[in-house]
């Protein structure tokens, strides 16, 4: 049976990794290296001043590094303290063979490779716990100990991996690695559903997600119940169909699925925002998704094309015009206040030979959604029963007969009496309400 070589930590022991060869190029990594090979030229434990240049400069970074995260807000497994925080901090950043590998499946000891991964794991934890109070005793440093220094609380979910960090098990610490990559994802996966593309590409997490829930939507019964449905045919079975969401401003489309995070929030269900400018970047974002174990929702909000611009194109062939299958985990849903995507003009009729091709080349965008729902402005009995119910979930105090006349007002001053109007109207009924009793106390 194999077993774990464990030797005195120096500064090539870190060379040694293999999956995570990359730890080696992050700077903390590189200087601490430089830390101890500092040290190790000073074989007296004098403190050289390339021995404090490399000392105080890794103090540096971590406290950069701590200092840019949100303590309420970190994404991995804390660890006991701000060296172990930074070091896995980079771990779960790193996208390798295992951390791939974990994010689709489970490990087990039948894994070819296991053996080597354990290696690594015995490595790691020498960094991870490697004895800074006795390092900077030694060196007879008199400056504060920040590495050791706890600044997060341990949750719950991390007990066990923290455990296995501190009990210095290296089997325990690359199954429970494995479990929580497989559980939570890693790098910019990890811990995060919502995301926005820059012009380049490349995802960015949403930190402040929409937090509204299907309840919060009132109306349209028949159209979140079918959403929901192909939503969840897509994280299930991989099936589901492309969605467009159309009808008047206002009545709920976006928040329809923007709600989906919510009702999916206990899935691996990602949702990725495409602005109008950005559909072109759509075929690489395929490849960068489709290897992926992640259901994803590309969400293109208030779709539309005016008559000259050739962009629907790119979205015709990204729905169903190409030789190459999109990929089976990725869908698009898409909100438009028009019917059919694209502006149609009656001189378009007028001057092409063929009137009939032009009105089914402008028809042929919405018809390759294969799931179309409709979103009318609701009538005024229904506008004011939204009115109502939004009141009482606020928390508004006014009388009915006083409600639906301010209602009715409300609504003559706005371009529709949609659900969008509703909540304006409530909200600023129940600012005006606090400001009435702020006043009268």
């Known amino acids: 049976m194999n077993t774990i070589i464990e030797e005195t930590f120096t500064s090539a022991t870190p ?6 060869r990359k730890m080696n190029d992050t700077p903390i990594v590189k200087n601490f290296l430089q830390v101890l090979e500092a040290s190790e030229n000073n074989p007296d434990a004098s403190a050289s001043q390339d021995f404090l240049d490399a000392y105080y400069q890794l103090n540096a970074l971590l406290i950069k590094g701590a200092m840019e995260s949100k303590p309420s807000s970190h994404m991995h497994p804390a660890g006991g303290s701000l060296w172990q925080y930074m070091i896995l901090k980079h771990l779960f950043n790193d996208e390798n063979p295992f951390s791939l590998f974990c994010e689709s499946q489970l490990l087990t000891k039948a894994h070819p490779f296991y053996q080597s991964m354990l290696e690594d794991a015995s490595i790691l934890l020498q960094i991870l716990n490697f004895s800074w109070d006795a390092f900077i005793q030694n060196h007879g440093i008199r400056t504060e100990n920040i590495f050791s220094k706890a600044i997060y609380p341990e949750a719950a979910i991390e007990a066990s991996f923290n455990a296995a960090i501190r009990n210095n098990e290296p089997e325990l610490f690359l199954n429970t690695l494995s479990g929580y990559i497989y559980n939570h994802g890693f790098g910019i996966f990890l811990n995060h559903a919502s995301f926005k593309l820059n012009n380049h590409g490349q995802l960015l997490p949403i930190i402040n997600e929409s937090m509204q829930t299907m309840d919060d939507l009132i109306g349209n019964t028949l159209q979140k119940k079918e959403i929901i449905q192909n939503t969840k045919a897509l994280i299930d079975y991989n099936q589901g169909l492309n969605v467009l969401l159309q009808g008047s401003m206002g009545t709920g489309k976006s928040s329809t699925v923007r709600a989906l995070l919510h009702t999916f929030s206990d899935t691996r269900l990602k949702m990725i925002e495409i602005k109008r400018d950005q559909l072109g970047l759509i075929p690489q974002l395929f490849k960068q998704l489709e290897h ?23 979205l015709k062939g990204v729905l169903e015009g190409s030789l190459e299958a999109n990929p089976k985990n990725v869908r698009i849903y898409a909100t438009s206040n028009r019917r059919h995507l694209v502006e149609e003009r009656f001189s378009e009729r007028q001057d092409a030979v063929n009137a009939r091709e032009v009105l089914e080349e402008k028809l042929s965008l919405s018809s390759r959604f294969g799931l179309i729902l409709t979103y ?9 029963s939204i009115v109502h119910e939004l009141a009482q979930s606020i928390g508004l105090t006014m009388n009915p007969e006083e409600l639906d006349a301010r209602a009715i007002a409300w ?3 706005h371009i529709n009496t949609s659900g969008r109007t509703a909540e304006q109207l409530v909200r600023y009924l129940f600012a005006e309400q606090k400001q009435v009793q702020s006043v009268s106390q």
């Open 15 to 20: 060379l040694r990794l293999v999956f995570f």
């Open 411 to 413: 609504g003559g001053r």
């Open 292 to 314: 992926r174990p992640y259901p994803c929702i590309l969400f293109i909000d208030d779709l539309t094309f005016e008559t000259r611009d050739q962009d629907y194109k790119i």
């Open 376 to 384: 009318s402005t609701p009538n005024q009995k229904e506008y004011l």
